[in-house]
C-alpha cells in the first residue's frame, strides 16, 4: 500500500535551510551514502515526488550550477501560484491550492510504491493537515541556526519507530499519529 512520506534533514534546532534558503550547513556533513536511512534504498521505494517552489527552485539552481541533468525519474508535482520552468528531460507537473487533489493524483501515478513528500515544511504540514501523511524521516545534522526554514511548523503527535546514527547524523523514523493529544477534544469531559 502506497505510504506517504516526508523525508528529509533538519538543523538540530528544527530548520530545514537557513533564512537564506541556503543549504551549505548541510552539504557539507559526513554522511555514509550506504549507512542507515540512506538516499539510494530510500528512493527506490518511491513512485512519485512532491514540493514547494522555493524547493524546486532551489534543485533548479543546484543542478545548474553544478551541470547536472534533472534528479528525479519518477514524476514530481510542484506546488505553485506562479508559472515556473521545466528542465530538460524533467516529468514535472504544476499544481495549486487544495493538497488532497494533488495526493490523489500522486497516489495514483505511485502505481503501488510510495510518495515523497520533499518538502518545505509547510507543504508536509498540508498534507497532514488533510490526514494523509504517514511518516516522517529525518536525519538531524550537529548544527543549530537559530532560524531559517522550519521542518514542520504544525502541532502533532509522532510514535519513534527506529533511529540510527549515520555520519554526523542522527536518523530516526517516525510514524504520524495525527494532532497533538492536547489540542484533540476531550470526548470523555
Ligand atoms: N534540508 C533538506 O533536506 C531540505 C528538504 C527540502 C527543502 N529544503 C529547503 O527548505 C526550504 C523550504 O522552503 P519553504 O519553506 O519556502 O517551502 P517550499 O514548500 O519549498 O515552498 C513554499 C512555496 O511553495 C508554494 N506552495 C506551497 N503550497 C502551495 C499550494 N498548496 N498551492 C500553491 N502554491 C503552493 C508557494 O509559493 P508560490 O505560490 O509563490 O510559488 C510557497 O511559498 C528551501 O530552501 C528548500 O531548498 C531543504
Request: net charge negative; aromatic share 16%; proline share 8%.
Given at each position: 500500500m502506497t505510504r506517504v512520506v516526508y523525508y528529509t534533514a533538519s538543523t538540530l534546532d528544527g530548520f530545514l535551510a537557513d533564512p537564506d534558503d541556503s543549504l551549505d550547513w548541510l552539504m557539507r556533513q559526513d554522511l555514509d551514502e550506504h549507512g542507515p536511512q540512506n538516499y539510494g534504498e530510500f528512493i527506490a521505494t518511491i513512485g512519485a515526488l512532491v514540493m514547494g517552489s522555493t524547493t524546486y527552485e532551489w534543485v533548479l539552481a543546484n543542478i545548474k550550477r553544478n551541470g547536472e541533468p534533472?534528479?528525479?525519474p519518477?514524476?514530481?508535482w510542484v506546488m505553485t501560484s506562479r508559472t515556473?520552468?521545466?528542465?530538460?528531460?524533467?516529468?514535472?507537473?504544476?499544481a495549486q491550492g487544495e493538497i488532497t487533489t494533488v495526493l490523489d493524483e500522486l497516489r495514483a501515478a505511485a502505481d503501488g510504491k510510495d510518495v515523497w513528500v520533499v518538502g518545505g515544511g509547510d507543504l508536509a504540514g498540508q498534507v497532514a493537515d488533510a490526514g494523509q501523511l504517514d511518516?516522517?524521516?529525518?536525519?538531524?545534522?550537529p548544527v543549530v541556526l537559530g532560524a531559517g526554514r522550519p521542518l514542520l511548523p504544525r502541532r502533532m503527535d509522532l510514535r519513534l519507530v527506529e533511529t540510527a546514527p549515520n555520519g554526523a547524523f542522527v536518523t530516526a523514523r517516525y510514524e504520524v499519529l495525527g494532532a497533538l493529544k492536547e489540542d484533540r477534544p476531550n470526548l470523555d469531559g
Open positions: 534533472w534528479y528525479y519518477q514524476p514530481t515556473l520552468g521545466t528542465p530538460e528531460g524533467a516529468d514535472v507537473r504544476f511518516e516522517v524521516i529525518v536525519s538531524v545534522a
